[in-house]
């Protein structure tokens, strides 16, 4: 099976990342999946955004964990990017599995929590994929080693993964220690080798964030699982001349 293909936080380099734009976006231009980051508001509710803090891609102030979801709602997640996504709002877990309903994409859900711990995410989050009967097409990463252990621990069955950015020797291992599906590595950990241990030990190699022609190449041609690209359509077109 050929490299399956995530627009990273949605079609992220042509509308703001992580919102419902980015993601409609995805699906026109062809993508087979779509990454995002979840972490928890005030109240509890999952929201799609990548940093803590709200200061880069909204026009609020402070940390996503201090607000409510109706607080949330009230800001701008667009107008950073451009005057035509003016008014575009953070999105909640829910949006995204309700819009997926009828399109059945692959969704990555990293659980944005190596640097806030959100009490009982897994568990929500694991809930509402459930809810949705998303769970054959979601997998769930994270930096987080403790929280990818505690996801085996609840036996949703619903896929996970390691992301790491860092080299490591005991990759592998620590993958099968964690009891996840695949490793998510960033791209300048990628070996062939790497990808064939991977293999041999049932993980499978998917590999952040591969924007250029010549790494998306690469990546398709050592038959990694996935990769993650703010430019779908561009690793589209280099996976149909391969
Ligand atoms: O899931 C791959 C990639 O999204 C991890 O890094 O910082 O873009 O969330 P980041
Ligand atoms: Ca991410």
């Not at 607080?71 to 997640?77: N, S, T, V």
């Not at 291992?173 to 791209?187: A, P």
């Not at 398709?220 to 990769?227: E, F, G, Q, S, V």
């Not at 690209?229 to 996976?239: K, Q």
């Amino acid at each position: 099976m050929s490299t399956i293909i995530y627009a990273h936080r949605g079609a992220s380099k042509q509308a703001p990342e992580n919102t419902m734009p980015a993601f409609e976006l995805a699906y026109e231009l062809g993508a087979d999946g779509i990454e995002t980051d979840v972490q928890l508001t005030k109240d509890n509710i999952p929201v799609l955004i990548h940093d803590e803090n709200l200061r880069r891609t909204t026009n609020g102030a402070g940390f996503v964990q201090d607000h409510t979801y109706e607080e949330l709602k009230m800001l701008d997640a667009g107008y950073w990017h451009s005057d035509k996504y003016r008014h575009t709002v953070i999105p909640a877990l829910d949006d995204l599995l309700e819009w997926n309903q009828d399109k059945q994409l692959k969704l990555n859900i990293e659980l944005k929590n190596n640097l806030i711990e959100y009490p009982n995410l897994e568990k929500i989050v694991c809930e509402k994929v459930k809810t949705y009967n998303m769970d054959s097409n979601v997998v769930i990463s994270s930096f987080n080693r403790k929280s990818l252990k505690e996801i085996t621990k609840l036996k949703y069955d619903i896929p996970t993964a390691l992301l790491t950015s860092k080299r490591s020797n005991s990759l592998i291992e620590d993958g099968k220690q964690l009891g996840v599906d695949g490793l998510h590595i960033r791209y300048r950990l990628l070996s062939r080798k790497l990808v064939e241990k991977a293999a041999e030990n049932k993980l499978y190699i998917a590999v952040y964030t591969v924007n250029q022609p010549f790494s998306l190449s690469r990546v398709i041609k050592n038959k990694c699982h996935a990769l993650f690209t703010d430019v779908p359509d561009t690793a589209i077109s280099v996976r149909n001349r391969l």
